[in-house]
């Protein structure tokens, strides 16, 4: 084994912080989101979906910084499968693709919840009975640009995971193909002709 092929806590790290990115998002849009609709009144509904998505974000980001991060190092000490072994290139470099599409989703999605929550305060300030669903979900007399707001969030906030889940896959393809059937077939796949 080269030193390459050593980099548990770097695979540890990048594993641990897609669990966090993908479970937490997941479970936003499952619970945080929808369980607001247990409350009776449309405010308390985007305020507790934004006091816990915000409660959440540094673990998110965490989780964020650790997948691409760790994602660099991975990168970095696989530069010989890199150049040699076919198909590694391609997956690692869709992998990163989907790495960052997923924090710039992650990003517009957090975004998206501030303007919902700041535009929410600002039908209550006016005296109007704000009516929703729950965070994401307006209802018949949710005003326009809230409704916009909403839908944007909600199509962001079931990018993440699928991007994240994407991320995942390219991953566990890039660690099986460590295994020397997956190494010596790769390298023969490159350097042979089809």
Request: a positive charge; proline letters at 3%.
């Amino acid at each position: 084994m080269t030193d390459t092929d050593n980099h548990w806590v770097a695979q540890a790290v990048h594993d641990l912080g897609s669990a966090l990115w993908l479970g937490g998002t997941v479970m936003g849009i499952a619970g945080v989101n929808k369980s607001g609709s247990d409350l009776t009144q449309g405010i308390d509904r985007v305020r507790v979906a934004s006091s816990a998505w915000s409660r959440y974000q540094p673990v998110q980001l965490a989780g964020i910084g650790a997948t691409l991060l760790a994602g660099l190092r991975l990168t970095q000490v696989s530069g010989q499968r890199v150049a040699l072994q076919e198909g590694y290139a391609t997956v690692g470099a869709l992998k990163a693709g989907l790495a960052v599409a997923g924090a710039a989703a992650s990003g517009y999605a957090a975004y998206s919840g501030a303007r919902i929550g700041k535009l929410a305060e600002e039908v209550e300030r006016s005296g109007t009975r704000l009516e929703v669903k729950d965070a994401t979900l307006p209802s018949e007399t949710t005003p326009a640009e809230l409704k916009k707001w909403q839908a944007r969030q909600r199509v962001t906030q079931f990018a993440v995971p699928a991007l994240a889940g994407a991320n995942v896959v390219c991953n566990a393809w890039l660690v099986q193909s460590y295994r020397a059937g997956a190494t010596v077939k790769g390298v023969l796949g490159r350097f042979l002709p089809g």
